[in-house]
């Protein structure tokens, strides 16, 4: 799998200093919740997991990630080791982030991805109300969309192995993405 920071730019994403406009808006956004200091990253929760409750950045997770149920969890050119969970309720916004192991979202309020490599398996699972957004993005193996609320907009990404949707509503919209073997049920060509 490529590196996250290349394939973001090969797709026409620079996230680099005087990038797009998009860029300023993450930046202005994990700015303003520095300042006002709504986000704070918690301490490890266990041995093997490190608990995210705020804004992590240019770091390496050793470990397992967990995203508590209700909390908001922002990753800026973060390195997940292990696998990561985002629990019922919960918000994550991941930019050039790699997740070595498995992604398990279950319930969670919103999800954006710009510019994310997950080297196992994504599991995608009840998001609402806000749309799951993923885009510029890899997963080397699985990525699985299961009813989802709010819309899902998976663009410009690439998936390994299998793209899987099923009771999203409104149905997933797929656009310049490529899946290794098979796309099925709401995301089929």
Do not use: Y
Not at 125 to 149: C, D, R, W
Request: aromatic share 4%; net charge positive; glycine share 14%.
């Amino acid at each position: 799998m490529r590196h996250v920071r290349s394939a973001t730019r090969e797709r026409g994403v620079d996230l680099r200093e005087g990038g797009t406009s998009m860029k300023r808006r993450i930046v202005w956004v994990a700015a303003l919740a520095a300042v006002v200091g709504a986000l704070v990253v918690a301490p490890p929760a266990a041995a093997g997991s490190t608990t995210c409750a705020g804004v992590l950045a240019s770091t390496t997770v050793p470990d397992n990630l967990v995203v508590p149920p209700g909390e908001s969890c922002l990753l800026a050119r973060v390195t997940v080791n292990g696998n990561a969970s985002v629990g019922a309720g919960a918000s994550l916004v991941a930019v050039e982030t790699e997740f070595h192991g498995n992604l398990g979202i279950n319930g969670a309020a919103s999800v954006f991805q710009l510019g994310v490599s997950v080297g196992n398996n994504a599991s995608i699972v009840g998001t609402s109300p806000v749309a799951v957004i993923i885009f510029a993005s890899e997963f080397g193996q699985n990525l699985t969309l299961t009813g989802n609320l709010g819309g899902v907009f998976l663009t410009n990404s690439e998936v390994g192995r299998n793209l899987s949707c099923t009771g999203n509503n409104p149905p997933p919209v797929v656009a310049g993405t490529s899946v290794g073997k098979n796309a099925s049920g709401q995301c089929a060509p």
